[in-house]
């Protein structure tokens, strides 16, 4: 090292690089441990790449023959069927919900989930991808299930991509409890298998059962998280609880702040795009609104008391969200902006204690990436509680029972699916990690095959 003075130049020596790895950063519990880099986190050992390359073979070639797959069963039925447009539904202010829609699939859950310090391609890629399947089997089950439930499927217009959106919005939920620990060919099967247990689920409940759920408190946000969580119970194991890189840094914080505020900002469009006629977007739009408000005064209020004072980012990026979570069902309910503040306010805090207190690694051994149960599951089953007080009760309960069931009978089938599936993700290195699946900078010092 160089440096100069007014008139002289002194060479320096550079200072020798410590030996051996070095070290990691592990939080637990309120404390922080320094460890050693453990023996295949970071970088593979020079035996295990072969290994590696040939799991990675194994999940680029099912990646695209599932994805191949998709796009025949698309083609096909859409020509046997005959697939064509629906009636023109496009007004300014139903297309802007629609995009308002779009943008918080793909770059708000995206950009939510790029809180891990070596995660954020794989984020924002696979929700990309795995959304943009979503949407097109979306379309061919509303056309299977047009004689049964979904009267306006086998067409394309804006009320039937929005529907496919909301199915996509449910498997990004999902992915939020199993991203870092799945490779994009078992993700990828997930969110296939969950496309028709979720279209299924969504016909008994609003045709079968004849339940309400204006916004999806119970069949989308409820349903995701927990066919998430059943899949992430079967597939955690024990080294995806301790990872060094199942954590965030100062700048991938950020960024997932920067998905928080979109999905706050777009919630309304959420809830109120197929509300019904203006007067229920118009009760939805301001529900959802003071709902959300509610939520980020609940964690505003909490989460310095349970952290030392100090506000909690995990809490800031998820707690705020909660009042849209729980507002779903009753939406379009003239439940009044005490009822809404109230509600989003108690959502708000149920969130913050999820992930201030409740730890489902240590409980019952299973790693939830982002939190799905605390943000999307334990605020959607309150939403559903208010929904049996404002609505027929015998029907919400039985609603709620069966999301449950086929939410988790669903996922605990995938999940199975999934851990046996040839190129999936065995080794420490490849979980957490872009540089096992993404071509990525070589400063970021990922993990590469």
């Not at 310090?117 to 979503?134: D, E, F, Q, W, Y």
């Not at 996509?168 to 247990?197: H, Y």
């Not at 992930?355 to 599951?377: F, M, P």
Request: glycine share 12%; aromatic share 12%; with cysteine.
């Amino acid at each position: 090292m160089h440096f100069s003075t007014m008139d002289a130049i002194r060479v320096v020596p550079e200072p020798s690089p410590p030996m051996g790895p070095p070290p990691m950063r592990i939080a637990s519990m309120g404390a922080t441990e320094v460890v050693p880099e453990p023996s295949g986190q970071g970088v593979a050992p020079l035996k295990d790449v072969s290994r590696n390359l040939d799991s990675l073979k194994i999940d680029a070639a099912l990646f695209t023959g599932l994805l191949i797959m998709c796009q025949l069963i698309f083609f096909v039925y859409a020509a046997v069927e005959k697939m064509g447009y629906g009636h023109n539904d496009l007004t300014p202010i139903f297309y802007s919900m629609f995009i308002h829609v779009s943008i918080m699939i793909f770059f708000g859950f995206g950009f939510l989930m790029t809180f891990l310090r070596r995660g954020g391609v794989t984020a924002v890629g696979l929700c990309m991808i795995v959304s943009c399947v979503a949407i097109e089997l979306s379309l061919v089950m509303q056309g299977i299930g047009k004689d049964w439930a979904f009267e306006w499927g086998n067409a394309l217009n804006l009320h039937n991509l929005i529907h496919s959106l909301f199915c996509a919005g449910a498997i990004m939920i999902s992915m939020g409890a199993v991203l870092g620990k799945t490779s994009p060919s078992q993700l990828l099967l997930m969110a296939i298998m969950e496309v028709i247990f979720y279209w299924i689920n969504f016909g008994i409940y609003i045709k079968e059962l004849e339940a309400h759920d204006a916004a999806g408190g119970i069949v989308i946000h409820t349903f995701g998280a927990y066919f998430g969580l059943a899949v992430a119970w079967v597939i955690t194991n024990p080294e995806n609880l301790t990872h060094a890189d199942n954590e965030a840094n100062y700048s991938s914080d950020l960024f997932s702040l920067a998905g928080t505020l979109f999905l706050w900002l777009l919630w309304p469009s959420f809830c109120a795009a197929i509300a019904g006629d203006n007067q229920n977007m118009f009760i939805a739009i301001t529900n959802t609104y003071i709902a959300l408000i509610g939520s980020t005064m609940g964690f505003a209020v909490l989460s310095r008391r349970l952290h030392g004072f100090k506000f909690s980012i995990i809490e800031l990026q998820n707690a705020t969200l909660a009042g849209g979570v729980a507002v779903g069902v009753a939406v379009d309910y003239e439940m009044g902006p005490f009822t809404a503040l109230a509600l989003g306010f108690g959502a708000g805090v149920l969130s913050t204690l999820g992930y201030a207190e409740l730890d489902l690694g240590r409980l019952i051994g299973l790693s939830d990436t982002c939190g799905v149960h605390n943000l999307h599951g334990m605020p959607g089953l309150l939403g559903g509680l208010v929904g049996i007080h404002f609505f027929d009760a015998a029907s919400q309960v039985k609603g709620i029972a069966v999301t449950l069931t086929i939410a988790i009978s669903g996922g605990l089938l995938t999940g199975v699916c999934l851990k046996y599936l040839p190129g999936r993700a065995a080794s420490v290195a490849e979980y957490f990690n872009d540089g096992a699946y993404w071509e990525v900078a070589d400063e970021h010092d990922h993990y590469k095959v």
